[in-house]
């Protein structure tokens, strides 16, 4: 596929006995957005687990394939982890600032990486948050706890908080799920606003939602891509009776 930012080449994944990942390929664009779908329980997430190794903290799990970002094969003996996870931030379903004050939550990722100066401290932070548009809203509070934002509020915080270490790739587990209606649309905005500069996967169990925002879309079913397509198409033209009957609510 054109721009491809990663490519995954025949991934398995076992926890245990169980194989909750079977032989899954995907070329997943730059500067797009990609959306998991599919019933629960299905392996969205730890498909996208993947993609910044966060499987690996997981006891007996064994992860059989590759995965390439620009090209480089994150599982290669090779492979340095902090750096892979500086790329590849991650943004979860449920909002969770750190207990500290807004600043010392976007600045953390970028103290960790050894930056000290103030000024570009101020600068990363003012910069992530206006990323996240969410700046307006916290500009006059920044030293006051982020325990104290509301829920959607917290969400944008998080994101700008994985902006902070100039991320490539921005991975969201259901990033709205526990979210009201304005907050999700105000997230959907964001989204679409994040990937003129950032690759943006999501798993959401929102078909509405992958049909708003999505470029592509892969149809998950236990533990399998059963189709993975531009959005219109998933969504237009189902190639695979099982996605149609998944979209047009036959089961979920
Ligand atoms: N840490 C883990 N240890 C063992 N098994 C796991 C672990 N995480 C997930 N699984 C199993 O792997 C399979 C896929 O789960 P996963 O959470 O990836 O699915 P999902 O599609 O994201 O589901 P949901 O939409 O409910 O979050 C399930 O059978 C689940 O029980």
Redesign the pocket.
Known sequence: MENTKISVQDLNLH??T?H?LKHVNMEIRENAITAFI?P????????LKCLNRMNDL?ENVKIEGKVLIDGEDIYSPKADTTLLRKKVGMVFQQANPFPMSIYDNIAYGPRIHGIKDKATLDQIVEESLRGAAIFDEVKDRLKKSALGLSGGQQQRLCIARALAVQPDVLLMD?PTSALDPISTLKIEELMVELKKKYTVVV?T?NMQQAARVSDDTAF?LV?EVIEFNHTDDIFARPQDKRTEDYITGRFG
């Open positions: 926890y245990g169980n909750a599919g629960s329980g299905c392996g969205k997430s730890t498909f997981v259901e798993v169990h998950f533990g």
